[in-house]
């Protein structure tokens, strides 16, 4: 049987999910940059033939890790699922000579690149400067108007962004922001091969996003992402996943598949997506490529990354659309052949509909919630009325634990404030909709509140 070293570390889908799919195609050593999620530590010990926990003093330098490791089990290929360790498995793959991201998956991982190459290609994108001093920030301040979104060319789940409404708000935001960079580097959220990345920033002009000329209701957010995967240097689209509209000031709340919308508007979003790919020149990955809906048919850029959608974007994928990705890639990058979509999948192909739900103290007008609450998953699943069938379950190794507080939501924080993640199906993207707006307005209701000492100080 083949062998497949899978390079685990924060972020990414759930790395129970990707763990089953890998073990069923190939002899599976783990090497774990980041903790693993009590909730997963049993079957990986069951799925996995070795599981490797490095510590810090073995990640000085990750490439040459990773290419050890490779060379001591033998493996035929090297996989990661997380955005941090994305450029360092891409890095040993081409020392390895194994099949992976290639050399241009930095241009997928810092947006001051991915943005100058997409520039250089004429594509669609914001207006944008690279910021790596406040000096740098107040010089693009005289060629960019306001508002700005400042953020960090490294981050992922929207941490460290900061609007800039006037200049006056300039330094505010820039302390801010390297402040959460610095503490999502504590909590294992940034970037683990390249040194001083959260020292990197990109500031962009925001543009003004609809979605009546998109979607035929209300409640669907201004922006969605194609989700594909790059196999021989050919981009292979997969299918759209929606988003319910952000939290200010971008943090996601939830993604739908697929999203609803027209054919037309989805092939006009696919050729977006496929001109990005293929100008980052990317080998053999997944992609993740998110893109901002405008008036009278208008797109723009907002990311590319190498590798599959977060959160439970591929479990959504599977359930919807029959199509295991993490299996397929593996599978593409032993060698094996894969039938991947010869377009882009449509609502009409799809068994019904499947979203995640981000769980963050915040009501569904985008302001705070009154009081604290008390995370209890039990009690959303019996108290909160959902449609008659559909189906609400909590992702464990994503969520707090039953009776934790839940965190004061911090915008500059983004998703490092969740509480949970919860997984929903049901039989079409409408009810999906509908049923996470019921969730979000009953949540504060429902859960219990928290009593003085169980809040942290």
Not at 162 to 168: L, Y
Not at 256 to 272: C, M
Not at 397 to 424: F, I, R
Request: charged residues 20%; hydrophobic residues 45%; glycine residues 8%.
């Amino acid at each position: 049987m083949s062998t497949v070293l899978l390079v685990h570390a924060k972020g990414g889908p759930p790395l129970g999910h990707v763990l089953s799919r890998t073990a069923a195609r190939a002899d599976v050593h783990l090497l774990a940059l980041s903790a693993l999620p009590p909730s997963v530590e049993g079957s990986a010990a069951r799925l996995c033939v070795s599981v490797t926990t490095p510590g810090d003093e073995g990640c000085s330098d990750l490439v040459s890790l990773i290419v050890s490791r490779a060379r001591e089990v033998g493996a035929d290929a090297v996989i990661t699922f997380s955005e941090y360790a994305v450029v360092a498995v891409a890095e040993a793959c081409e020392k390895l000579g194994l099949p992976g991201a290639g050399a241009a998956a930095a241009l997928a991982r810092d947006k001051r690149l991915m943005r100058s190459t997409w520039q250089r290609s004429g594509l669609p994108q914001p207006a944008f400067r690279p910021v790596a001093t406040e000096a740098d920030l107040y010089a693009a301040l005289d060629s960019l108007s306001c508002p700005l979104l400042l953020k960090a060319a490294w981050s992922a789940g929207s941490t460290a962004h900061q609007i800039i409404a006037s200049p006056g708000e300039a330094s505010a935001a820039w302390a801010r922001s390297r402040q959460v960079m610095a503490e999502s580097a504590q909590l294992g959220y940034a970037e683990l091969h390249v040194a001083e990345a959260d020292a990197d920033f990109v500031v962009e002009e925001i543009v003004s996003g609809t979605t009546t000329d998109w979607f035929d209701e209300p409640g669907w957010g201004d922006y969605l992402s194609v989700e594909g995967v790059v196999a021989d240097g050919v981009f292979h689209p997969v299918c759209l996943s929606g988003r319910m509209p952000t939290v200010e000031p971008f943090t996601e709340r939830a993604g739908i598949t697929p999203a609803l919308l027209s054919p037309d508007a989805q092939d006009r979003v696919v050729g977006l997506a496929r001109r990005a790919v293929d100008a980052l020149g990317l080998r053999d990955c997944g992609t993740h490529t998110e893109i901002k809906l405008g008036p009278d048919g208008r797109m723009w850029l907002i990311e590319t990354a190498a590798r599959f959608g977060g959160a439970m974007t591929v479990p959504q994928i599977e359930e919807v659309f029959a199509l295991d990705l993490v299996g397929m890639l593996v599978d593409h990058l032993l060698g094996r052949p894969v039938a991947w979509p010869e377009q882009a999948l449509t609502p009409a192909q799809a068994r019904g509909a499947a979203g995640s739900l981000v769980v963050l103290a915040v009501d569904g007008r985008g302001e705070a919630w009154q009081d604290r609450r008390v995370w209890d998953f039990p009690v959303v699943a019996s108290d909160v009325p959902l449609s008659p069938d559909s189906e609400l379950s909590v992702v464990a190794e994503s969520s707090l634990p039953d009776g934790s507080v839940v965190p004061v939501y911090d915008p500059a924080a983004g998703a490092n404030t969740m509480a949970a993640l919860c997984l929903l199906s049901a039989g079409d993207p409408r009810t999906v909709l509908r049923d996470f707006e019921t969730l979000v307005d009953a949540l504060p209701r429902v859960l219990p509140a928290a009593q003085s000492e169980e809040v942290p100080a």
